[in-house]
């Protein structure tokens, strides 16, 4: 079966950090672009950072540059996000996508083509 599955959300304090995890099953990772994308509540969906698969350059939104760190680890097929200095905006409901090439979609990282999503993991920041 071919899926990505999201791990690692949970309740933090501003502040705090938590690692994310987007392993996936079926095929290859090192195959595509990841991204990872937010979705606040009542907001639209938007693109956090995009992976690119043969450089590993990442780029990521203004809103979570330096805070945010992506990694590949190709031996466990999983794309890592972690998450400093997490702040109350940063809740959300987290994906990550697999696809064909990363973009720029109004402003923040996009993909191109996407294969396959995530179904989410949920991050609250909160005190």
């Known amino acids: 079966q071919l899926q990505l599955v999201e791990s690692g959300g949970g309740l933090v304090q501003p502040g705090g950090s938590l690692r994310l995890s987007c392993t996936a099953s079926g095929f290859s990772l090192d195959s595509y672009v990841v991204g990872w994308f937010r979705q606040a509540p009542g907001r639209d969906r938007e693109g956090v950072s995009c992976?690119?698969?043969?450089?590993?350059?990442?780029s990521y939104g203004d809103s979570v540059k330096g805070r945010l760190t992506v990694s590949r680890d190709s031996a466990k097929n999983t794309v890592y996000l972690q998450m400093n200095s997490l702040k109350p905006e940063d809740t959300a409901v987290y994906y990550c996508?697999?696809?064909?090439?990363?973009?720029?979609?109004?402003?923040?990282?996009?993909?191109?083509?996407?294969?396959?999503w995530g179904q989410g993991t949920p991050v609250t920041v909160a005190s």
């Open positions: 992976t690119s698969s043969s450089e590993g350059k990442t």
């Open positions: 996508a697999a696809g064909l090439a990363c973009t720029v979609l109004s402003g923040n990282p996009g993909i191109n083509g996407v294969y396959r």
